[in-house]
């Protein structure tokens, strides 16, 4: 594996931290809008780059500010694409609690125990009901090839339906298959995480600088987004114990104010994962040991300090707006003893680890021969469509906040 010196790395992260003061106020001045949201991960990417060895630079480094920009495509791509949403979280708590034996930790072991089958006859109605796929393959063994394989290329649906099955399963009166994704229900980033790992490496061997780069980016945030425990919960937020608004204050309001100012974003170099699927459920692990806390300590300041300081109202994009006052979020940053920027410190040094990792399973191709990218109308059309569904659209499925 290559080797490269961390002094480097720290002098790179000195020029990046004042490249990046003017970047992210120029992003503040364009969108005046909290969301680690639009903000938090386009800073997140971009400091991931300086992690990564010089090999990659002639790549990452060169086309930084589209890893930068696109670092919130996933996040567009909610209000254009059925299943997305799913990718960004997982209710841990919805299947028990800490460390959650119960819940396999490969996806098909996952999608067999925890997915129900029912048998619908020609006029659609139930002839049978299954609880689990487990136990319909107990009795019908041949179906479970065909069933895997039907779904294994869709993966984000939220249900399937198989109408086609060999003759010798003899299966009566069954016309279709029902099969309601209840995984997707309660999100999937920590086995999305590893599907789009392998495609980050499969794009390095094909050669296609395009790809890297788009699932370079798209890697970051899913990764990113699984280092925030209200990612982890039902109770995303706070809709469960009267803190409704919680999600976008303590990931969005909280890094606006202070991550500039108060952050140490100095997380050392990358470092290769060796077991990404494993990598992937302890980051969500983590940042569900994190959920009491985050709820715990809100809770006890908004009942400490008086309502009418907890709430202010600022002007963003020519409209006013009710946020958390700049001094309550201080309370609650202080409170929380340096959380927001131990999980945002472990984002980068994450999302430069697993860029890292791809380009070493694939072989570290020598990325100097992509100097030159060029970005062409059918790039620029597919950013508008997604632009333009952020900006007039509604979110497809479940909302962060």
């Not at 680690?36 to 990564?52: C, K, P, Q, S």
């Not at 599907?195 to 395009?210: G, I, M, Q």
Request: charged share 25%.
């Amino acid at each position: 594996m290559p080797t490269f010196s961390i002094n480097k790395i720290h002098l790179f992260f000195l020029i990046a931290a004042f490249v990046f003061l003017g970047f992210s106020r120029r992003v503040q001045e364009a969108e005046k809008r909290p969301f680690w949201g639009f903000y938090g991960h386009r800073l997140i990417n971009r400091t991931a780059v300086y992690t990564l060895p010089e090999e990659m630079y002639p790549l990452f480094k060169q086309e930084i500010d589209y890893l930068t920009e696109h670092a919130v495509d996933p996040d567009k791509r909610r209000y254009a694409v059925i299943g997305e949403g799913a990718r960004h979280y997982i209710d841990l708590d919805h299947w028990g609690k800490p460390p959650f034996p119960d819940l396999p930790r490969q996806w098909k072991d996952a999608f067999i125990q925890k997915n129900g089958i029912e048998l619908l006859d020609a006029k659609e109605e139930v002839v049978a009901a299954y609880a689990s796929l487990e136990l319909f393959f107990s009795e019908y063994p041949g179906a479970q090839t065909i069933i895997v394989e039907a779904v294994a290329q869709h993966l984000n649906d939220e249900s399937w339906v198989i109408d086609s099955w060999p003759d010798s399963l003899q299966m009566g009166e069954a016309h279709t298959w029902h099969i309601t994704n209840e995984l997707m229900s309660h999100g999937v980033v920590p086995y999305f995480i590893p599907v789009e790992y392998h495609r980050l490496v499969r794009a390095f061997l094909d050669n296609n600088p395009k790809q890297v780069l788009r699932r370079s980016a798209d890697l970051g945030h899913y990764l990113a987004d699984a280092h925030v425990p209200l990612h982890t919960t039902m109770n995303y937020n706070g809709q469960m114990t009267d803190q409704v608004g919680i999600h976008a204050f303590w990931e969005s309001r909280i890094p606006e104010l202070f991550a500039e100012t108060q952050y140490d974003f100095f997380v050392g170099k990358a470092e290769y994962i060796r077991d990404i699927n494993q990598f992937a459920w302890n980051v969500v692990l983590e940042s569900n040991s994190f959920v009491d806390s985050v709820l715990q300590i809100e809770k006890r300041l908004s009942r400490e300090i008086p309502e009418d300081e907890q709430y202010c109202f600022e002007e963003r994009l020519n409209q006013v707006v009710r946020l958390p006052c700049a001094s309550y979020a201080a309370q609650y940053q202080q409170s929380l003893a340096g959380m927001v920027e131990a999980r945002m410190q472990k984002s980068i040094q994450a999302v430069g680890s697993i860029w890292y990792s791809a380009w070493i399973d694939a072989g570290q191709p020598d990325l100097r021969k992509y100097l030159s990218i060029n970005w062409d109308a059918r790039d620029r059309e597919a950013d508008e469509y997604l632009e333009k569904a952020a900006k007039n659209g509604k979110i497809i499925g479940r909302p962060h906040e």
